[in-house]
């Protein structure tokens, strides 16, 4: 499957199967962090999932990656308005995501220190125990939210190595990243350089960011 301009793909549901398909038909494997770092392929895409306000959208893309012979890694927040992460349908929607083959991490975020004091350290510690209470396993994985607010990449590597004991990796490490991995983002619902599906065999190792809120199956106006 190819795509011959920008204008063939948008954000519906349809473009991100086809996109999908499309990696996979090109030879890819399209996995989540854990299974690249087990067995990684000469071709391979991480697809990654950054929930930041529904975990009901999250678990629709879940589906379609599955549908599409692929899985992922979602990163979920303990701080979210839009969803309580020890919540029944919360619980329920992790159990069906893992279910499905994907991976679940923790999305972390920073900010709290400077209107409630603290330091970072800490406000990642209690945000880690509350993901293992919800999903009542070790963290493996974590993506930070607006890096900048807890001290960008520095702080993340950081982390993972006080964290080493379980975790093996966070998703903005540079052997994830441009130049070592094409690093492709969704962002404010949009693509810098181009949707993820016109890049099919432009480079062999992808890292490729969405977040579910921009993707809807007809319009727009279905996610909020």
């Known amino acids: 499957m190819q795509f011959s301009s920008p204008d063939d793909l948008g954000f519906s549901f349809r473009d991100y199967s086809n996109s999908l398909h499309a990696f996979t038909d ?45 899985s992922s890694a979602f990163f979920l927040r303990v701080h979210a308005l839009g969803y309580n992460l020890l919540s029944l349908p919360s619980l329920k929607a992790i159990v069906e995501i893992e279910g499905l083959g994907h ?36 963290l ?48 404010s619902g949009h693509w810098r350089e181009g949707h993820f599906g016109l890049w099919v065999d432009k480079a062999p190792l992808f890292q490729v960011l969405t977040h579910p809120f921009w993707w809807f199956e007809t319009v727009p106006a279905e996610n909020y």
């Open 26 to 70: 090109a030879g890819y494997a399209v996995t989540g962090f854990t299974a690249y770092l087990d067995n990684p392929q000469a071709k391979h895409m991480i697809l990654r999932h950054d929930i930041d306000n529904s975990i009901e959208l999250a678990l629709r893309v879940a589906r379609l990656d599955a549908q599409a012979g692929c």
């Open 103 to 138: 991976e679940v991490g923790l999305h972390l975020e920073g900010g709290f220190r400077d209107v409630l004091g603290g330091d970072d350290d800490d406000w990642a510690d209690r945000q880690r125990a509350v993901f293992e209470m919800a999903t009542g396993r070790s």
């Open 140 to 187: 493996t994985g974590f993506s930070s939210h607006e890096p900048a607010r807890m001290g960008g990449v520095s702080f993340a590597d950081q982390l993972r190595e006080r964290w080493s004991e379980t975790v093996r990796y966070h998703a903005y490490e540079a052997r994830f990243t441009t130049p070592t991995m094409k690093y492709l983002s969704d962002s």
